[in-house]
Nanobody, 124 residues
Framework: VQLQAFGGGLVQVGGSLRLSCAGA????????IGWFRQAPGKEREFVATIRRSGGATYYADSVKGRFSISKDAAKNAVYLQMNSLKPDDTAVYFCASTYGPTSTYWDASMYRDWGQGTQVTVSS
């Protein structure tokens, strides 16, 4: 199973985008789905994760209050609503799944089912 991220694009500073993660319904209901991003020359960075069971959410400090992760069980999708975008948010965004505990949500090596990412570019 690969989880495909889409919905990226070019947006001005302060704008919004909503990313979608397709394929979440094909992974076990016991996993959590997370969003990561990777800017050129940088390591993959944790953004947010949501538990498919219960819906608890977790965020990186850099996006708290601006980004919101959610799920739609009927559509088997997970979303990342990004508001008040900044140039530092420019990156390729990926979604992936994890069976790991909460304490490992920040760790990309604990995730699987990576698919192609979607480019988000924030222009100033």
């Amino acid at each position: 199973v690969q989880l495909q991220a889409f919905g990226g694009g070019l947006v001005q500073v302060g704008g919004s985008l909503r990313l979608s993660c397709a394929g979440a319904g094909r992974v076990s209901s016991s996993v959590s789905i997370g969003w990561f991003r990777q800017a050129p020359g940088k390591e993959r960075e944790f953004v947010a994760t949501i538990r498919r069971s219960g819906g608890a959410t977790y965020y990186a400090d850099s996006v708290k209050g601006r980004f919101s992760i959610s799920k739609d069980a009927a559509k088997n999708a997970v979303y990342l609503q990004m508001n008040s975008l900044k140039p530092d948010d420019t990156a390729v965004y990926f979604c992936a799944s994890t069976y790991g505990p909460t304490s490992t949500y920040w760790d990309a090596s604990m995730y699987r089912d990576w698919g192609q990412g979607t480019q988000v570019t924030v222009s100033s």
